[in-house]
């Protein structure tokens, strides 16, 4: 240490998570040769009664103004307890290389996973975020308001107050209790909290000294995916303690930014996603929030009620539910997500290999947002840029996914699918044509383009896997407690799914009473083959008039008997 050179005095909560996570900031300061130690501040969370939840920046307000006053030089906030209004007088001049930022599961016994709980159980957590996301998952457990530090709630666990609990991945680590865990949770299940498992590091913003020497530390990644996550929660209308989550993460120049609101009783949960510039961040938290419904009043707010528009279940695989969940929910229904199938992406070899082949100026077919994401991968495994293909795409949706990673797309079919594309694609007589596709793609689209002459290459970017066990506690919950008033089946894999998932948890006999709205022709008959009751069938295969007769369908109260077509 330089000698003579004064310690900086960091303010910090007196918790066990909190002076761990200081300590990891005073050791970072070590290796810059600043010496250092450590200011314990007691916050309005700290005195609150246990069951009491705290209020935006309950744990941040008395370590801001230790620094304000100047009975500290550094603060060290966990980054999700930050409030959104930030106070100008103050600046976060570092944030430190992130932790896991994953919620995780722990429970008394061990050994369980969040679908394989029993039916009631009771979940400890003092948050709206990942109680009303866990309800949408699971909507047959008991979310039950348990606060306190992580010891605290760990102690109340194994006392049986609760079955199990929702913590963050981070603070386990760094407590030294990884071995607690019994599943981390997919942040596309239960979005983290903007910001969570990073460590920022506040000073004042008159120390421009000290902001220097901060700012040595600060990871630019890391920095980038909150700023982003912040800016989304802001845009969203939220807080710190708002059924919001979201989760940033840069690819070189690239920033991909996931975000979710959910009602904290788990009612109408929303997901979405979108890239942008890793040097735009808050430009990207914002356009992510323009796609979601905005959140009025949630840090406060009783829970939201549950809908009492008609439900409908939807079961595509979760990346491609979006636009479906949006049609229906556009026409006043309830749309319940349960994917009957998963997407499992390929190594990406073969992709990365075709697009090496690629001539530019050459085109290349998507069908889904699947295969976007895998082009665009393979783009950047090969070294070129994504502008050197004329990009097709099947559907507005799947060209949304293109031109969200700043592409242009040059031809888009906006109905009949993928034979339409097939037949409507500007090309010639021996065009060099790529299409990206999955393993259970129907094989009009590329019959039709070899019979226009077209010399195809087609790639196998992700396979289908039907039945995941992870929706399986999901719809045996649904079907059980709140049975839908409709079913969409948009593929035969998706109708096979969905009877499988429901021949496990034995409530096939349910599933069979909901009347089943197919997207064509060929769905309706593996649906019927299956033992769906079949309401009715699209006219053409699209996901407005699958919407529309649905709309049709569920105003006939009580008809089971098959509809007339759209």
């Not at 008991?142 to 199990?164: F, I, Y």
Request: proline share 7%.
């Amino acid at each position: 240490m330089s000698p003579g050179v004064p310690p900086l005095r960091i303010a910090t909560r007196g918790s066990r998570l909190a002076l761990a996570q200081a300590g990891i900031v005073a050791a970072a300061l070590g290796a810059l040769d600043r010496p250092s130690e450590l200011v314990v501040v007691e916050t309005e969370g700290d005195r609150r009664a246990p069951d009491t939840a705290w209020g935006e920046g309950a744990f941040v307000a008395a370590i801001e103004q230790a620094l304000l006053d100047g009975f500290a030089d550094v603060a060290v906030h966990s980054a999700k307890d930050l409030p959104t209004e930030e106070d100008p007088r103050l600046r976060v001049a570092a944030y430190l290389a992130r932790a896991e930022a994953a919620d995780a599961l722990v429970t008394r016994e061990g050994g369980q996973r969040l679908h394989t709980l029993p039916a009631g159980a009771s979940v400890g957590t003092d948050s709206p975020r990942r109680g009303g996301f866990v309800l949408a998952a699971r909507p047959d457990l008991r979310v039950v308001p348990l606060a306190g530090n992580v010891d605290t709630r760990l102690r109340r666990l194994d006392a049986g107050e609760v079955d199990a609990l929702i913590l963050a991945t981070a603070g386990l680590d760094r407590l030294g209790l990884r071995e607690r865990i019994d599943q981390v949770l997919d942040a596309s299940d239960v979005p983290p909290a903007p910001g969570q498992g990073a460590l920022a590091i506040q000073t004042r913003a008159d120390r421009p000294d000290l902001i220097v020497t901060l700012e040595a530390l600060d990871h630019g990644e890391t920095r980038a995916a909150v700023t982003a996550e912040r800016a989304f929660l802001h845009a969203s209308g939220g807080g710190c303690r708002a059924p919001i989550g979201a989760l940033g993460r840069v690819d070189g120049e690239r920033l991909m930014l996931l975000g979710g609101v959910v009602g904290p009783d788990g009612s109408d949960p929303r997901r979405a996603e979108l890239s942008g510039s890793a040097q735009e961040p808050d430009s990207l938290g914002r356009a992510l929030a323009s796609r979601l419904p905005r959140v009025h009043g949630s840090d406060d707010a009783a829970p939201m009620p549950r809908p009492v528009s008609p439900r409908v279940l939807v079961p595509r695989a979760v990346d491609q539910a979006a636009p479906w969940i949006d049609a229906l929910r556009e026409r006043g229904l309830t749309p319940l997500a349960v994917p009957a199938m998963e997407i499992v992406p390929t190594d990406g070899a073969d992709v990365a290999a075709a697009v090496r082949e690629l001539a530019p100026g050459r085109w290349l077919v998507v069908t889904s947002s699947n295969g976007v994401r895998a082009s665009l991968a393979a783009f950047q495994r090969a070294g070129r840029a994504p502008s050197e293909a004329r990009w097709a795409a099947v559907g507005p949706a799947t060209a949304m996914a293109i031109e969200s990673a700043g592409v242009t797309v040059s031809y888009v079919s906006v109905g009949g699918g993928s034979a339409a594309l097939a037949r409507e694609l500007p090309i010639e007589p021996n065009d060099r044509v790529l299409l990206v596709r999955g393993d259970l793609a129907d094989g009009t689209l590329p019959s039709v383009l070899r019979g226009r002459g077209a010399i195809l290459t087609e790639v196998v970017a992700y396979r289908t896997q039907e039945a995941p066990d992870s929706s399986t506690e999901s719809l045996r919950a649904l079907l059980v407690y709140q049975p839908p008033d409709a079913v969409v089946l948009t593929s035969g894999s998706t109708a096979r799914g969905l009877a499988a998932l429901a021949s496990a948890t034995g409530t096939a006999e349910a599933l069979r009473a909901i009347p089943a709205v197919c997207i064509g022709p060929s769905t309706a008959a593996e649906a019927r083959r299956l033992g769906f009751t079949v309401a009715g069938q699209a006219d053409r295969p699209s996901l407005d008039a699958v919407a529309d007769l649905v709309v049709r369908i569920v105003a006939h109260v009580g008809a089971r008997a098959e509809v007339p077509r759209a």
